[in-house]
């Protein structure tokens, strides 16, 4: 994948030395991680401060584990700056994060981070466009493994299965012989996504997944995100309020500003939030 975008290796999808598929996109993993409280992800008394300026400031927040968390916020709130920190680009500091009841990932490399199991899908779709949808798919399936293994192992028929589960869920099967570079705008964000979750993410983070995307494109990305809801613990970071009602249904919404929390709850409850209106939302 290119630098734009984080392909996850969790370690139980494909197995070099046997050929399996050893797990199911269909349900949360968490046996490599501690989630015996129920969160997966803290962020605990996180400061990042640029030059005197605190891009963040003193954030606390917790994703739950097969939670879909909207994060909301004017530009400059700080949620950019978060995904960083998450994802090991940004070093907060002070504070901790912590995936899990254990891992630190302050004390973690951008690699490791990734092959933890935390993958982040930037705003710009990055995909291989000279090859086809399913070998983009079979690529993703395969990365990190020594050349060999990745040009001349054949997939499996659990394997090829597995890609045409997540063809069908990211709206693309018939469209598997189809190069990359000749998809929509918004064919290649689900493309994208699907090469993350072949990969089988415990924390997918998606930065501003419908920019760009037609209305009808909006509505069937909001489709797949509520289809994925319970599977994987996913943070959205989205600024189009119609999308975010889409896939927030009942659950929290937070919003950022100057660095901190402003407001947390239900779609409905942030509307109503005189501070959030006036910094964010207006009348």
């Not at 995909?127 to 993703?140: G, I, M, R, S």
Request: proline share 2%; hydrophobic share 40%.
């Amino acid at each position: 994948m290119s630098e734009h975008s984080t392909v996850l290796q969790p370690g139980q999808i494909y197995d070099s030395a046997t050929g399996d598929a050893t797990a199911s996109f269909e349900r949360v993993k968490s046996s490599q991680v501690d989630t015996s409280h129920g969160a997966i992800l803290y962020l605990e008394d996180i400061t990042v401060s640029f030059d005197g300026f605190k891009a963040i400031n003193n954030l606390n927040l917790d994703i739950s584990v097969g939670e879909l968390r909207c994060i909301i916020g004017p530009n400059g709130a700080g949620k950019t700056t978060m995904m960083d920190i998450i994802t090991g680009k940004t070093k907060p500091t002070s504070g901790k994060v912590f995936f899990g009841q254990s891992m630190d990932l302050t004390k973690m490399t951008e690699v490791e981070i990734a092959h933890a199991g935390i993958g982040r899908k930037f705003q710009r779709p990055t995909v291989f466009e000279q090859h086809t949808v399913f070998d983009n798919l079979e690529l993703a399936m395969k990365m990190d493994k020594r050349v060999k293994t990745t040009l001349f192992a054949k997939l499996n028929s659990e394997q090829r299965g597995k890609i045409d589960n997540i063809l069908q869920l990211i709206r693309l099967n018939g469209q598997e012989n189809r190069l990359a570079g000749l998809l929509s705008h918004g064919q290649k964000q689900w493309l994208e996504i699907g090469m993350l979750l072949i990969q089988e993410p415990q924390l997918i983070l998606l930065d501003e997944p419908v920019a760009g995307m037609s209305d009808a494109e909006t509505a069937r990305t909001a489709e797949l995100l509520n289809e994925l809801r319970g599977k994987h613990s996913i943070m959205v970071v989205e600024h189009d309020m119609g999308f975010v009602t889409e896939i927030a249904q009942q659950g929290k919404v937070t919003v950022l500003h100057e660095g901190s929390v402003l407001a947390q709850g239900t779609m409905q409850q942030v509307q109503a939030d005189e501070k959030v209106i006036e910094v964010y939302l207006g009348r």
